[in-house]
């Protein structure tokens, strides 16, 4: 196996300039704003970008909109964990030559969308699962987090979700950027309105506008950005259904193949990770992809986050931007994951900044738990 640690850096990432709310901007202005704002953060330009990598848009519209011509494109559209894989695609095409500065941008109007098309009639969805009840997000991961309460025990399963809630929230209200600004208790929790049952109103994710972008580059230009480089350890993805209907274990995603795999390839272990940024487009998804990635076993996810253990002051650090729980959702969220990996490893979190850390693990889940893209951050 080819060892490509360090090979790469991420040297720049920001949020386009308003996220939250806000109903007088397009997808493509969040994508451009995102894009201007993190390449200052890096100390280039549009100029020296030769590398476009986005999802859930084409980088035609996209290269067109900032005016470049990318010498290497990259449109891989696998949900929310897109922009977490784009961070291995970036790197293959950096090392076999293709590009030397990539720039990874998302844009989308989630919340103040001007069109909400439906989708394919002929799709599998459409035909097999529609017609029987399945009719977005909450519903299908509701049935998997019922399967886990099935097996591992309802009041188990729930009291592990209303942790990650109420710890996620903590996080928030250390991030000016954060949309949920209120202080929540578990009582606010359970009491919050039914969405879909066992899902409380706070088990799931906001529904905002928001950009975001990060630039990485190969380790030789990185050496001239203007902040220091966040190196990419190690990285690994994979899929393994569409449908919620066809999903092997409604308990366990594949990150239980790419996360030790990922860890292989850092050469590091569980125990060395600082940050773990944990996709939570709902509060089970976080549950599920703790046990699967081998930070605890099957069944084990509610006692692994128990009595706030991942809130500030915890001896596990999640999620500390506030998340999708309560930080910002757009749709996908995998982008944001990122950003806050690479500005905690730099130190530059203000109150909610960790005590100098190391390492971050980064996963990325997408459609119905489908997809999944790991990826392990480091500073020198």
Known sequence: MTDLRKTVAIVGVDESDEIGKVPDKSNLQHHAEAAYNALEDAGMSMKDVNGLFTAGTSTLNLAEYLGIEPSFTDTTAVGGSSFIIHIAHAMAAINAGYCDVALVTHGEAGRSARSRAGGNASDPGSQFETPYGFLGAPINYAMAARRYMHEYGEEHARQGMAEVAVATRKWALL????????????????????????????????????GGAYV????????????????????????????????????????????????????????????????????????ATLESLGFCGPGEGPDFVANQRTAPGGDFAMNTSG?????????????????????????????????DPKLCLINGTGGSLSSTGTTVLAVD
């Open 175 to 210: 991030n000016p950027k954060a949309y949920m600004k209120d202080e929540m208790t578990f009582d606010d929790y359970h009491n919050s309105r039914w969405i879909s049952e066992p899902f409380h109103l706070f088990d799931c994710c906001l529904v905002t506008d928001a």
């Open 323 to 355: 998340g999708g729980l309560s930080y910002t959702h757009s749709g996908m969220y995998g982008m944001f994951l990122v950003l806050e990996a690479v500005r905690q490893l730099r130190g530059e979190c203000g109150e909610r900044q960790l005590d």
């Open 216 to 287: 990485i580059t190969s380790a030789e230009r990185a050496k001239d950005a203007k902040k220091k480089p966040v190196w990419v350890l190690g990285a690994a993805e994979s899929h393994d259904h569409n449908l919620i209907s066809q999903m092997p274990d409604l308990t366990r995603t594949v990150a239980k193949n790419t996360g030790p795999l990922a860890l292989e390839r850092s050469g590091v272990t569980h125990d060395d990770i600082d940050l773990a940024m944990i996709y939570d487009s709902f509060t089970y998804t976080v549950i």
